[in-house]
């Protein structure tokens, strides 16, 4: 043994030395791989505090950014304020949640804005969105989107169609209105509602907070119908027509306007200022009840052709050639001219018919072929909601829109006793393109009654205001103050310079077959006025005292007297209607 020792003891001497290295070589090496791995998880989790500091600091920054000379970002006190608002795809009404509010401070430490962040429903939950509102103007400085699960999977479709000019609505936006102007994206309206929806809400956290009263509504407009405008004259300048009650039920208007619900023009009925203008345009919408908006890009009156637009799921909407027939008063086809719908899109989940276009085709060529409207086609909702309006609009063509066809064909004295001192004039109308009638009229230009001809109907009635008056040509009126039949007189009014005007009492015979007498009851007119230059003749009522002695002489009226040219109007118009009165209105 001691020899092999001694032959071998470098050899073990080495072997023990390689063993000792390898024990202790395997435990050094696991406690460096333990000290590694802890020094990489202790890194990766300083890393992720790193990154996680440096999102947080980026989405502050972005927040301050909103604001011009922001330059610090200040958590701020705001509270839930109850309010509900319709969700875009169901209608049920649902509560905005405030996530966090801020306040951006200038370099002088001074609060210049608050900040709202928060969370509504669009297409789908979660549309989270920081609103910045300046404390000094009371406008929307900014917003920017902190994130959202709206659909972006599809290019330039949904989500992705709000596009710059769509975030550009906010910048500047006033709160001092009372309806937030606000134009969403047709192809995203849900993703466009949850961005309207936040914006009034953060009106009302603002409101809540500063003390803000927000705008209400001054003018109220009462909407008694709106119908499209199938007037082909019109039809290029507005879509709608909407028959409104306004100023406490004292006034009343027919009125076109666009599909954006904007004024256009009065058709019929009184003027509104530039104020009641902006307050229909911003009452307008809500009180429509026209789902689905057809707009009328073109009409072709030498081919009879109209070019509408409808809009399905695709901002680029759905063209159509509307062909009416030669009377231009029905529809007889209608025709494709360009869509963009594409059925393979996700939002058509359950979709299995043929390729974009056969859904437009299917309901076109049922109104060609039936002239009905197909039932909506599963799984490419929207795009049978557009087509459906676009039939429906086709089918409707030629339906009145509020605007009555009136004309006046002759405006005169009433002469007879027994109407005249409540409805002083007649006239002669043309209404419905062939129906005809003659008719009461007050000194309002007010509807008096039916004398011969068809009755004309209560839209014609309330049409008839403007035209009257628009048909009066008479130089001087008289006015028929009262008729007695028991001391056959007739008091009669006339105007001269003097307001008060000049009254006179004409004494018929007993059968009111014949004028007897004329005799003054009351004057004001005086002579020596300045507005009398050259009068040289005797004072007041010399004038009317001449007309009224020639006329019961001789029953001829006198000329002019140099002068006095209005009190000689005055008195010719009297005796005038006088002598027509004797011969029956002729």
Known sequence: ??????????????????????????MYSRYMSTQLDSHIEEYEQEQAEKEAEEALRKYRQSLIDLVDNGVELQDYTSSQVERLYATPETGVEYQPQLIEAYQVLNDSDQAIAVVYVIETIGRSEGVRVAY??????????DIVVVSHNETTQVENDYYNLLDENFFNQFNNLDFNVVELGFDSVS????????????LNYARV????????????????????????????????????????????????????????????????????????????????????????????????DDNQVITIKVFGFNKNGITLDVQLNASGTSVTSISMVSTSENYDSEYYGGYDGDPAPAVEDAYINEFNTNGTVLDAVAGATRTSEAMTAAVEWAKNFGASSGVVDVSVDAFDFNYDLTTLVDYPFVADITFDSDKQATILVGADYNYGGLVSGIEPGQDVINALTDPLEAANSIDDMVDIISYDSTNHTIEILVFGFN?????LLAQLNNDESLVESVSIVTTKENYDSEYYGGYDGDPAPAVENGFINQYNTDGTIIDGVAGAT??????????????????GGN
């Open 187 to 198: 192809g995203a309206t849900s993703s466009s509602e949850a961005f309207e929806t936040g």
């Open 132 to 141: 910045s509102i300046s404390l000094e103007t009371d406008q929307v400085t």
């Open 499 to 503: 307001r008060d005007g000049i009254t």
């Open 205 to 300: 956290l603002y409101a809540n907070d500063f003390d803000f009263e927000i705008p209400q509504p001054t003018i109220e407009f009462v909407f008694n119908s709106m119908v499209f405008n199938y007037d082909l004259s019109t039809i290029t300048s507005f879509e709608l027509v909407a028959d409104v009650s306004f100023d406490g039920g004292n006034k009343q208007a027919l009125i076109g306007f666009d599909t954006a619900y904007n004024f256009v023009q009065v058709l019929q009925g009184d003027t509104l200022t530039e104020d009641e203008q902006l307050a229909f345009a911003s009452q307008a919408e809500a009180a429509s009840t026209i789902t689905e908006m057809v707009e009328v890009l073109a009409y072709d």
């Open 566 to 583: 209005r009190t000689s109007n005055a008195m010719t118009a009297a005796l005038e209607w006088l002598n027509t009165f004797m011969n």
């Open 1 to 26: 043994m001691k020899q092999f020792f001694n032959k071998n003891g470098m050899v073990l001497t080495l072997s023990a030395i390689l063993l000792v290295i390898f024990v202790f070589g395997g």
